[in-house]
């Protein structure tokens, strides 16, 4: 079974410039994750998304963050316009079902965004 | 906000030495788990507690979740240096069944 893909590995921007992410999360799975990993911090759920509705959006910053997934499938996250914080590794993540119990979520190998 | 505290921040031991990292929290969650991540990969989940005082292992790796279900631990014997990654603990809660990570703990095993 395929894991999770995310792409691209690296991007390096300049600040005020827009980036965008890509996430294929592992065929049949329903929920799907979008985490921001700063350097020496743990993962910090951004969004959720349950099929191709979103479940919780209550950490992302709306104001430069904006995320989808259409069909629920693939999902792209975008930001506009970057900030100089926003350098750190997104991760995205996905599980089978996220409406009752414990449920094992299977991260992607993140993009690390640095933004000069 | 549920914040969960992860000690120590950094741990470096010889291979074969034995260490415990620690994971706290004020809040109550219906589950904690566990997780290790290597450098320019995604966190890789090692095991879940759902139960006060449960106890798990993983051939050489412990784990515990307090009584009250608000923090847990992670006890490694004859560490090797493939045990070497951040773990990461995280705690369940909510409506959504959120994930609220610590810091993590980077730990190094020297051959």
């Known amino acids: 079974e395929a894991g999770v893909a995310q792409s691209p590995r690296y991007k390096i921007i300049e600040k005020r410039q827009s980036v965008a992410f890509w996430c294929n999360p592992i065929?049949?799975?329903?929920?799907l994750y979008w985490y921001q990993q700063i350097l020496g911090q743990g993962p910090k759920l951004l969004i959720q998304?349950?099929?191709?509705?979103?479940?919780?959006d209550s950490q992302l910053p709306k104001d430069r963050f904006s995320a989808e997934r259409l069909k629920g499938v693939d999902s792209t996250l975008k930001i506009q316009p970057a900030k100089l914080e926003d350098s750190a590794v997104y991760l995205c993540?996905?599980?089978?079902?996220?409406?009752?119990?414990?449920?094992?979520?299977?991260f992607g190998p993140g993009t690390r965004l640095t933004v000069l | 906000t549920q914040l969960l505290e992860q000690s120590p921040q950094f741990l470096s031991i010889q291979e074969g030495e034995n260490l415990t990292v620690y994971c706290n929290s004020s809040?109550?969650?219906?589950?904690l788990q566990w997780y290790r991540q290597e450098p320019g990969e995604g966190p890789v989940l090692l095991v879940t507690?759902?139960?006060?005082?449960e106890v798990k292992k993983l051939k050489r790796l412990t784990f515990q979740f307090g009584d009250a279900r608000k923090d847990s631990s992670l006890h490694i014997t004859a560490a090797q240096p493939g045990d070497t990654g951040l773990y990461l603990c995280?705690?369940?809660?909510?409506?959504?069944?959120?994930?609220?990570f610590g810091k993590g703990t980077l730990l190094t095993v020297n051959p």
């Open positions: 993540a996905s599980s089978r079902m996220r409406l009752a119990g414990t449920d094992t979520q299977y």
């Open positions: 507690v759902v139960t006060g005082g």
């Open positions: 809040s109550v969650f219906s589950s």
């Open positions: 065929s049949g799975h329903a929920t």
């Open positions: 998304f349950q099929n191709n509705g979103v479940v919780d």
């Open positions: 995280a705690g369940e809660g909510g409506s959504n069944y959120k994930l609220t």
